[in-house]
């Protein structure tokens, strides 16, 4: 674990589990913003503690670099002793997945490792991040824990068994865990992305960085996830879609 320190929180730990330079960096910042102590985890360690320290530095936040791998019950169980040893858990963002080849792959030439390793970080993987954090959660009476899904959550395509067998999996768990656990005070929500997420046009990348044209900005999509955490339980949203404004439906 590394830490790039700067003020304290007066908050609890916003765990984002599945951090890469998108999406899981602009929802760890926008959280950093927000006052929050961060946990950042990932598998490439070197790559976490670079965007943990451009993090920290941008926002004066505390932020915290861990190595997970999220198909794997130890790594995930020892990746959080160290998250929890910072402070309780009051957000979890479950935002891994294997890189996606966007080339359809025929049933009969998919590989049974390719399958097994694919569900194992897409729902597996939040399973064993979530038994970590909704028993101090369930405690304190609070909590917000949120799962990235896609267009593969809600269908089936041919060519991504792999995939879409994964995101079916985080979508039945997450409404699982949200008639189970929101009526003990906890906010479980599912975000289905449909879209390529681009970079960030934030302080530390420039314009030609930002994406190619029709990418969803990750800081607007990082805004819904911090509106999610917020909401009033009056009225709490247990699944919303995010698209941009020209996506073609098929």
């Known amino acids: 674990m590394r830490s790039m320190a700067s003020s304290a929180s007066s908050r609890g730990i916003a765990a984002v589990v599945g951090v890469g330079p998108k999406l899981g960096r602009s929802i760890a910042r926008k959280f950093a913003h927000e006052g929050f102590t961060v946990a950042i985890l990932a598998r490439d360690l070197g790559r976490l503690s670079r ?15 861990i190595r997970i791998d999220c198909s794997d019950s130890r790594s995930v169980r020892e990746a959080f002793e160290g998250v929890l040893s910072l402070g309780f858990v009051e957000v979890l963002v479950y935002n891994a997945c294997l890189p996606v080849d966007w080339n359809p792959t025929s049933f009969a030439d998919v590989r049974i490792d390719a399958f097994e390793k694919s569900i194992a970080v897409s729902s ?27 267009s593969a959550s ?13 995101k079916f999996a985080l979508r039945a768990l997450s409404q699982c865990l949200a008639r189970e ?6 906010h479980v929500a599912h975000v289905i992305i449909h879209g390529t997420v681009g970079s960030s046009k934030g302080p530390s990348t420039s314009q030609q960085q930002s994406g ?5 900005d990750p800081d607007a999509v990082a805004e819904t996830y911090w509106h999610l955490h917020v909401q009033d339980r009056t009225a709490w949203t247990q699944e919303i879609d995010l698209c941009p404004s020209n996506l073609i439906y098929f």
């Open 51 to 65: 965007l943990a320290d451009e993090i920290a530095r941008e926002e004066k936040a505390q932020v915290f670099a």
């Open 124 to 150: 597996v993987g939040a399973f064993y991040c979530a038994q970590q954090v909704l028993p101090g959660m369930v405690d304190r009476g609070r909590g917000t824990v949120l799962f990235t899904g896609c």
């Open 154 to 166: 809600l269908n089936g395509i041919a060519g991504f068994s792999e995939l879409c067998c994964g």
């Open 181 to 186: 656990f929101q009526p003990l005070g906890i």
């Open 212 to 216: 190619g044209e029709g990418c969803m």
